[in-house]
DNA sequence: TGAATACGCTGTGTATACAATATCGCAGGA
DNA sequence: TCCTGCGATATTGTATACACAGCGTATTCA
């Protein structure tokens, strides 16, 4: 034990799971990298027993993959897996609105996503958009798609939608960085900020069908925009989770 | 130590998780009971390490829940909870079935799916089904579901279907079983038969909508007849999962 | 007699020691 | 020179010990 300070303050498997996460996200632990148990208790300074705890955690996320033998890697993803990821997460967030609208929502539930709607068009009145609000944009965002998540009232597909969303690149945050660095960029905000407005009155008229198609589109678009800012790979860099793209794309 | 026999031939973790899922499938512990560590390194043989790492597991998998104070407990489910489990793996395979159809996929990829699929025509025939058919069908069902999932060719969506599945009731096998304590059993096996047909056809033509459609219907079935199978509670402890639906549905 | 405090026990989080296995390298023989 | 086998080393899997926290109970004091 020795000199080690141990911070009591939160327990140590998340403390580990946290470190972990920020090498690999910061791009300090490469695609393909083995990443070994004694080398994540060193740069964590956590002990074995979280450290292994952190790692299972991070590799249910999709961070990591079990090497057969023993051991852990840094996952590689190809572009159609991320366009995939997100795709998948379109299809689900279309199912939780599907839900929300068959299944009634009162209006004081519906409450709080219309204030996350007027609090966007309110940012997005600004031509071109400030730095600072493109990232309150980005929190906004993600609060809107949490709320309308919940209301589908179904935890197993919350659960779903939480694990599909794991992956950083396949999280609302995510994907709306990556458009960022598209020269259309405010376009495409205030094209995502009308389907938003759809999906709530949608849900609002209890069009279960038309619910689920906007959220499928939303998705869909957030594809073609990614693959436009995979083309042009200007200011990609914004967005660190792209440092897990293998490099050969397949 | 001391008597203990261990047995090296599998993983100790594997062995410990294996154990505890009999255990709650089984219904020999409650929904809503607290499992503690040491009860269960009691009933498994296993350590307390590798009794810690199953149990992680199995909250992954759905089965137990963490309880904030420390500890697991063993999750209780809503009838909506396990057919809405059921609607979203049957909305994630027809986003599957749409990739394979999209994506294309080659006669001889299609080999397996049809001999699975002449395979359960052929148990069919029987009319009524014996026992032992039925199980035959249970396997063959399962793995046309998964050889299905695999078409799609997106590690991503395969990752996602394979965890909705972990929920026993969930799974393609858990469904057909609660399906067959309804009178109407053999009418429902040669519809999802049917669908069967259908999706492999929509495939092989490229039609991913449609393919997306059938296998959500297929899915939609399922819910129905297992309401009904609900309804009238009569063979329904062939379906030892359903062990898990807490008694209070709401 | 009731309430409050203290003590003890059960149980989890963490650390570390030990055992088993896989991989890599080196040496010897074909 | 290449292939194979054996050994050493490194790393994971497993077991257990220790510490702290939460909770229940019992005892004492008002």
Known sequence: MAE????????????AQLALRDQILSGALRPGERISELQAVETTGASRTPVRMALVRLEEEGLLEAIPSGGFMVKAFSERDISDSIELRGTLEGLAARFAAERGVSARELEPLKECL?????????????VDAFSSYVTLNARFHALLTELSRSPPLIRQIDRASALPFASPSGFVMAQSALPEAQQILIIGQEHHRVVIDAIENREGARAEAIMREHARLAVRNLRLALRNRTHLDLLPALALIKSATD
């Open 4 to 15: 080690r300070e141990v911070d009591r303050s939160v327990s140590q498997t998340v403390k």
């Open 118 to 130: 007027a609090a966007i068009d309110e940012l997005l009145r600004q031509v071109p958009i400030s």
